[in-house]
């Protein structure tokens, strides 16, 4: 009886050791599991980490334009900053789509990113035409850094650019840029007889406009008709009187050699150029690609900001000794003469574009704190 008890013992303590065995041995297999997938985690983020990156950016301006050397320096700066592993391929001059088609042909992935202007947003979204407003911002016709202060200010507010920047995500958008290439829009003829001073002086003109409804509507309210013709056509349309003058910003007119005679300083256009990149594939990049994109992106609106500065301080004077353009300076009776006359394109806009409210209400209060 004993003999069977102590037998029925062992086989007990048997039985028990080779549970915990058991156990052991499953938890050992477990744990060599979990760190063989973190170590396969480690090496794929390892390798994700060393992986190059190239991004494709189109634009439609030429080579020698301000525009495409923001985006060099742009390439330049991530290249550097994230040690060769992010690239930007510059396709310019409209090579790949025609400008209006960029936002939409990014969003389809046929471009990862691009380098618009306001003007060409507002197609993709009105809330871009919030800035072809006239008078939109404070300015002096005799010290520009009044016009690119207030300007900034704006752009930096959180309630008024960054909140404009933030809309695009919810499209597909994310906005890395709100950089300027320019001053403002001003308007320009092709003849020295017909320099633009009071609101009447514009009435009956043909105006080349750059698009959207805001700016037309602007020469409309003074007696003006505005038109659209594309860029490569404005020398002929000028010398052949198709149109009498045009709104565009003073470095680019110098830079492109436009057959011009005169500019009146009104600021009927306050255009940015955003850098965009699409969220699908902002998303897709490593988290600190996505950072040294963003953070860029902020260096280049401080960059540009600089060079604009630095170019407008004789533009002017250079516009006249190298292609004898005359640029008239109005009186702050002029000035007020032409806000009047087009205060009421704030209020249509508006109608059209709700949104815009809160930013024309920014736009003002920054306005007052900076007078």
Known sequence: MKRRLLLLLV?????????????????????N???????????????????????????????????????????EEVQKRSNGRLKIETYSD????????????????QADMVHSSSAIAGSFDPIWHFFDLPFLFNYDPNDNDVYLDNKKA??????????????????????LSMSSTDMYGTIWTGDEKRVITSP???????????????????????????????GPELPTALQQGVVDGMVIVPLYVYDSKLPIKTQSLYPLISYVMPVMISMDKFNSLPEDLQEILVETGRDLEEYADKLVREK????????????????????????????????????????????????????????DEMK
């Open 154 to 175: 704006f752009i930096d507010s959180e309630n008024g650019g960054r909140k404009i920047a933030g809309l695009m995500e919810t499209k597909g958008v994310k906005v």
């Open 11 to 31: 086989a007990m303590v048997l039985l028990v050791l080779t549970a915990c065995g058991g156990e052991d041995e499953k938890e050992k297999v477990a744990v």
């Open 33 to 75: 599991k979990e760190n063989s997938d973190k170590g396969t985690s480690e090496e794929t983020n390892r390798e994700k980490d060393d992986e190059e990156y190239v991004l494709r950016l189109v634009h439609s301006h030429p080579q020698s334009s301000m525009h495409h050397k923001y985006v060099e320096w742009f390439d």
């Open 94 to 109: 409209g090579q790949l789509m025609p400008s209006d088609q960029e936002i939409p042909a990014m969003l389809q992935g």
């Open 312 to 367: 407008g301080k004789d533009v002017f004077e250079k516009l006249e000794n190298d292609y004898g353009v005359k640029t008239y300076y109005p009186t702050d009776e002029e000035i007020e003469d032409w806000k009047e006359a087009t205060k009421g394109i704030y209020d249509s806009y508006a109608k059209t574009e709700p949104r815009a409210v809160e930013f024309i209400e920014e736009a003002e209060k920054i306005k």
């Open 200 to 230: 009447e002086s514009a009435k009956g003109l043909k105006i080349r406009v750059p698009g959207g409804p805001i700016a037309s509507e602007t020469l409309k309210s003074v007696g003006a008709s505005g038109t659209s013709i594309p």
